[in-house]
């Protein structure tokens, strides 16, 4: 069965640098979600997707903006990148039930570091 | 607010026993409760999930989880664990009355190693 597709797997950027994440949910999957796992750590949810609109935000940093397309994919652009930054970005999608019902299945996730 | 506690870091079980990975949780609501597992440099995995109904949840690769409202708590467990299996389980909660549902929290994570 197709899953999430995450691009780059693995990114290098330098400090104050930029870098866009893509993420393909999986087909008629509607909404998105984007995750940041720093080493050792739990997954913090970044912010989320339905339908092409925003539907939660979490602890994403004002420096970082994603977006929903018509085909369902997402990118997620983090501008003035700090070594903090350096973390496993997680996408998950899923279809969209009864609130809070469904089922999120992630991708891969792309290994950003910062240097 | 949601929270979610695992508090064991640090899980090990030979093979073939039974193995139990804690979780407990707070909301405000009910509770979706979610177990995810993840290998080394990959993403999560699904593995069950409560929602409502029985309190025995039957997911992938032989685990199975029990909700236990009363004690707050959502253990993970399968009865003959298997080399394979070691790896780090993420619990993860979804409260019914937040008005951010989309927000899944994960407890800390607990390493699982099955000692051959």
């Known amino acids: 069965a197709a899953g999430v597709i995450q691009s780059p797997r693995h990114l290098i950027k330098e400090k104050r640098e930029t870098a866009t994440l893509k993420c393909y949910p999986i087909?008629?999957?509607?909404?998105v979600y984007w995750y940041q796992q720093g080493p050792g750590q739990d997954p913090q949810f970044l912010i989320s997707f339905y339908e092409k609109m925003q539907s939660d935000k979490g602890s994403i940093p004002d420096r970082f903006s994603a977006q929903q397309f018509s085909d369902y994919h997402s990118e997620l652009n983090m501008s003035s990148l700090e070594l903090g930054d350096s973390a496993l970005y997680f996408c998950?999608?899923?279809?969209?039930?009864?609130?809070?019902?469904?089922?999120?299945?992630f991708g891969p996730g792309t290994r950003l570091t910062v240097l | 607010a949601q929270s979610v506690a695992q508090p064991e870091d640090q899980v090990n079980v030979a093979e073939g026993n039974p193995l139990t990975v804690k979780c407990t949780y707070s909301?405000?609501?009910?509770?979706?409760l979610f177990w995810y597992v993840q290998y080394p440099n990959r993403g999560l995995q699904f593995l069950l999930k409560y929602i409502t109904g029985d309190n025995l949840v039957k997911g992938s690769y032989g685990f199975e989880a029990e909700f236990n409202k009363s004690q707050t708590s959502f253990h993970l467990k399968k009865p003959s664990a298997l080399v394979s299996d070691s790896a780090l389980y993420f619990c993860a909660v979804r409260d019914e009355d937040s008005t951010s549902y989309d927000k899944v929290i994960f407890g800390p994570g607990t390493s699982l190693s099955v000692i051959p």
């Open positions: 909301v405000s609501g009910n509770p979706y």
């Open positions: 087909p008629r999957h509607d909404t």
């Open positions: 998950a999608s899923s279809l969209a039930g009864l609130a809070g019902t469904d089922t999120q299945y």
